[in-house]
Structure formats: structure tokens, C-alpha cells
T-cell receptor, first 113, second 118 residues
Framework: KQEVTQIPAALSVPEGENLVLNCSFT??????LQWFRQDPGKGLTSLLL?????REQTSGRLNASLDKSSGRSTLYIAASQPGDSATYLC????????????FGQGTRLTINP | DTGVSQNPRHKITKRGQNVTFRCDPI?????LYWYRQTLGQGPEFLTY????????KSRLLSDRFSAERPKGSFSTLEIQRTEQGDSAMYLC????????????????FGEGSRLTVL
């Protein structure tokens, strides 16, 4: 059974710092991995999608990496801003035929001005 | 493209009542998914449709839950005889399946429908 873990559960950093969020998964045979952002009481916003054949994806100040062999992904946020405060979730799709995403519990990020 | 739309955004009901949520996916998205999220947890898969066909259901979807997508466009999720344990955020997502070669598998989520059962 695929399990996804995100550590830490909560993180608080001063504005302007670079930071890394971690995601680990138990079964390395994944199809892709997706990072989402969730604001309180809101739905999920897709940030980055990494296919199993890729090592990383970048969008603006965000960079996500994937190491399938070690079952890890990281989300790097450069020059953090208060507006980055949210919960960040990672999710894996097991294979092309599998339709469900398996989510981690998320990391609640607070950027202090 | 207006994104995935869900209604109502918030529903408060008494235990034992029936509730229905609606999801309008992104136009031209042929796949539609329902997830449930409880406080402090990541979303959990409930079911998904390709066009009008419901192709997979989670064991989380008890007999009191039913989902439909009658014309392959919008979908409804009905919960009968609600229980306090049904209180959660119900999230809908959609994606465009273009075949095994072109399919990215990226999901787009709506704002969710929050259910509170008193």
C-alpha cells in the first residue's frame, strides 16, 4: 500500500528565506507526483507536476525535484513571501491506469513578515 | 475556462438528512473525480468517472453515498441519512484524458463543498 508522508507538519520562517518542503513515498513505482497549495477553507491549486521520467520541474520561484529510487520529492520555494503562507500537499499517482492520487497530510507553511 | 465549480460551498444539516453536492468540471475534461478531506488530513479518493461511466469506487464510499454523471458533464454526489462522521470537505477534480501517450495525469480541483452534520 502506497503511503505518502510530509515532514514537517508545520513550518514557520521569516520572509525572504529560501525553504524546502519534503515529501516521501513508500512505493517507488509511481506514474507522477503533483504538488498542490491549499489556502484555509479552500480547494487545491496545482503547483507543479513531475512525471516519473523527470527529475525536476520549475515554475517561477518554485522548483520541485523527484528522486524515485529513494522515494522522495522536495518543493523548493525561493525568496519566500507572506502570500506563500498556505498548506502544501504532495500526491502521487501509482500508475497510468490508476485514477486515484494518494496524498500526504500536508505541510502548513507560515511566512512571517 | 472558468475552472472546476462546486455548489454549495457550505452545507449545514442535521443528522439523518440527505444532502447533494454538484460539481461542474472544466469544459472538455472527460474525467471527473470526487475526494473527501477531513481536518488536518490530505484528501482521500472516493470515486471517478470517465465521461458518464463510473469506473472506480473507493471502499470509503458506503452504500449511503451515490455519485452520478448522467450526461458526462456535471456530476452530483448524494449522501443519504447523513452521520456526524460525514462532516468533511468534499472536493471535486477534473482532468482531460488524451490517451496513454499524451495524458499528463494532471488534476484540477474545485473550491470544495464543506459539509457540517449536527
Amino acid at each position: 500500500k502506497q503511503e505518502v508522508t510530509q515532514i514537517p507538519a508545520a513550518l514557520s520562517v521569516p520572509e525572504g528565506e529560501n525553504l524546502v518542503l519534503n515529501c516521501s513515498f513508500t512505493d517507488s513505482a509511481i506514474y507522477n507526483l503533483q504538488w498542490f497549495r491549499q489556502d484555509p477553507g479552500k480547494g487545491l491549486t496545482s503547483l507543479l507536476l513531475i512525471q516519473s521520467s523527470q527529475r525536476e520541474q520549475t515554475s517561477g520561484r518554485l522548483n520541485a525535484s523527484l528522486d524515485k529510487s529513494s522515494g522522495r520529492s522536495t518543493l523548493y520555494i525561493a525568496a519566500s513571501q507572506p502570500g506563500d503562507s498556505a498548506t502544501y500537499l504532495c500526491a502521487v499517482r501509482l500508475d497510468q491506469g490508476a485514477q486515484k492520487l494518494v496524498f500526504g497530510q500536508g505541510t502548513r507553511l507560515t511566512i512571517n513578515p | 475556462d472558468t475552472g472546476v465549480s462546486q455548489n454549495p460551498r457550505h452545507k449545514i444539516t442535521k443528522r439523518g438528512q440527505n444532502v447533494t453536492f454538484r460539481c461542474d468540471p472544466i469544459s472538455e475534461h472527460n474525467r471527473l473525480y470526487w475526494y473527501r478531506q477531513t481536518l488536518g488530513q490530505g484528501p482521500e479518493f472516493l470515486t471517478y468517472f470517465q465521461n458518464e461511466a463510473q469506473l472506480e469506487k473507493s471502499r470509503l464510499l458506503s452504500d449511503r453515498f451515490s455519485a452520478e454523471r448522467p450526461k458526462g458533464s456535471f456530476s452530483t454526489l448524494e449522501i443519504q441519512r447523513t452521520e456526524q462522521g460525514d462532516s468533511a470537505m468534499y472536493l471535486c477534480a477534473s482532468s482531460r484524458y488524451r490517451g496513454p501517450i499524451k495524458n499528463t495525469g494532471e488534476l484540477f480541483f474545485g473550491e470544495g463543498s464543506r459539509l457540517t452534520v449536527l
